[in-house]
């Protein structure tokens, strides 16, 4: 455990509940590390993930996505761009017109520490009984949208 993690013990409330806040932590530290070891800050991880995750995405998505003014999303593409980490594509079809694609590889080294966490979870659903994963995705699904009423 990281000195900056607080044990599940810490959260108030169900078992259940101070489980899921302590994955939300976990999760948050693991991508925090991430973003450090890659000199990265958070608006331009998320980018990154998304960009990769939506190859040829125009600037306007990104944006969309990401919350942002047109002023920060061009920016932002700009450092990610300079960090050798996405490339501009013009459209063939009209100029004015740029598509955004990942150039690195986010399985690897030391790209792949952005998703790492999230991999280390995904392993462990796998390992889980299939009906069990799903009745615990079901459980969490209802409590996300509780939460959000």
Same mark, same amino acid.
């Given at each position: 455990?990281?000195?900056?993690?607080?044990?599940?013990?810490?959260?108030?409330?169900?078992? =259940?509940?101070?489980? *899921?806040?302590?994955? #939300?932590?976990? +999760? &948050?530290?693991?991508? /925090? @590390?991430? $973003? !450090?070891?890659?000199?990265?800050?958070?608006?331009?991880?998320?980018?990154?993930?998304?960009?990769?995750?939506?190859?040829?995405?125009?600037?306007?998505?990104?944006?969309?996505?990401?919350?942002?003014?047109?002023?920060?999303?061009?920016? =932002?593409?700009?450092? *990610?761009?300079?960090? #050798?980490?996405? +490339? &501009?594509?013009?459209? /063939? @079809?009209? $100029? !004015?017109?740029?598509?955004?694609?990942?150039?690195?590889?986010?399985?690897?080294?030391?790209?792949?520490?952005?998703?790492?966490?999230?991999?280390?979870?995904?392993?462990?659903?796998?390992?889980?009984?299939?009906?069990?994963?799903?009745?615990?995705?079901?459980?969490?699904?209802?409590?996300?949208?509780?939460?959000?009423?």
């Amino acid at each position: 455990m990281q000195s900056s993690e607080a044990p599940a013990s810490s959260f108030p409330g169900s078992a =259940l509940g101070r489980a *899921l806040l302590a994955y #939300g932590e976990a +999760r &948050r530290i693991a991508a /925090a @590390e991430a $973003r !450090r070891a890659l000199s990265l800050n958070e608006l331009d991880a998320r980018a990154l993930l998304f960009i990769a995750d939506n190859p040829g995405a125009r600037p306007t998505h990104v944006r969309d996505h990401l919350g942002i003014t047109s002023a920060g999303v061009t920016t =932002l593409i700009d450092r *990610l761009v300079q960090r #050798g980490a996405v +490339r &501009r594509d013009l459209d /063939a @079809e009209d $100029r !004015r017109v740029n598509h955004i694609t990942a150039i690195v590889d986010l399985d690897a080294p030391p790209w792949s520490a952005l998703r790492a966490f999230d991999a280390g979870i995904e392993d462990a659903v796998a390992d889980m009984d299939p009906a069990v994963a799903d009745r615990v995705a079901r459980v969490i699904d209802e409590l996300i949208a509780h939460a959000q009423r």
